[in-house]
T-cell receptor, first 111, second 109 residues
Framework: DVKVTQSSRYLVKRTGEKVFLECVQDMDHENMFWYRQDPGLGLRLIYFSYDVKMKEKGDIPEGYSVSREKKERFSLILESASTNQTSMYLC??????????FGPGTRLTVL | LAKTTQPISMDSYEGQEVNITCSHNNIATNDYITWYQQFPSQGPRFIIQGYKTKVTNEVASLFIPADRKSSTLSLPRVSLSDTAVYYCLVVGGANNLFFGTGTRLTVIP
């Protein structure tokens, strides 16, 4: 069965902290994505990666960076967390333009 | 960027057929139309994908007119468990992903 896992379901951090959100998929998918979801705004694409060490900016990359050192793992990094980055973060993976498989999400609160 | 427009919310009684329409005026020749379902505290889940005309699976049907500028997701005989947010997505490559705000469907007993 397809599996996308995220390192934490809930996370609480303080303003200015460096935050790592990790995503792992076991389907050998080439493409991986990070979204954030906020009430009334739907899902917005932060970054995606179509291969190891490759990354592309999505719609809202400001304040975030990503890392993909291995095919199965895609990390989202908040260099200096701010309160406006409090959100639900969703990771997904896909083979080509096929179905996106999503992880359970990480609800991040920045105090 | 092929953005989509959907109704913000819909209500339906149990047992009825529900049709949710999505507008995607800027769809490109190579783009596909994909629908996802999302329950609270979960990630979206794939429902159906199509390119033109009609696609049907065990969950839903997808109707796409010839000009492909819109599509309609049809859920037959909805139940309370179909209460969720439904997203229409135009997919033509990894840099063409726009989920939008989705349609919140509430099924009423």
């Amino acid at each position: 069965d397809v599996k996308v896992t995220q390192s934490s379901r809930y996370l609480v951090k303080r303003t200015g902290e460096k935050v790592f959100l990790e995503c792992v998929q076991d389907m050998d998918h080439e493409n991986m994505f990070w979204y954030r979801q906020d009430p009334g705004l739907g899902l917005r694409l932060i970054y995606f990666s179509y291969d190891v060490k490759m990354k592309e900016k999505g719609d809202i990359p400001e304040g975030y960076s990503v890392s993909r050192e291995k095919k199965e793992r895609f990390s989202l990094i908040l260099e200096s967390a701010s309160t406006n980055q409090t959100s639900m973060y969703l990771c997904a993976s896909t083979l080509g333009i096929g179905t996106q498989y999503f992880g359970p999400g990480t609800r991040l609160t920045v105090l | 960027l092929a953005k989509t427009t959907q109704p913000i919310s819909m209500d339906s009684y149990e047992g009825q057929e529900v049709n949710i329409t999505c507008s995607h005026n800027n769809i490109a020749t190579n783009d596909y139309i994909t629908w996802y379902q999302q329950f609270p505290s979960q990630g979206p889940r794939f429902i159906i994908q199509g390119y033109k005309t009609k696609v049907t699976n065990e969950v839903a049907s997808l109707f796409i007119p010839a000009d492909r500028k819109s599509s309609t997701l049809s859920l037959p005989r909805v139940s309370l468990s179909d209460t969720a947010v439904y997203y229409c997505l135009v997919v033509g490559g990894a840099n063409n992903l726009f989920f939008g705000t989705g349609t919140r469907l509430t099924v009423i007993p």
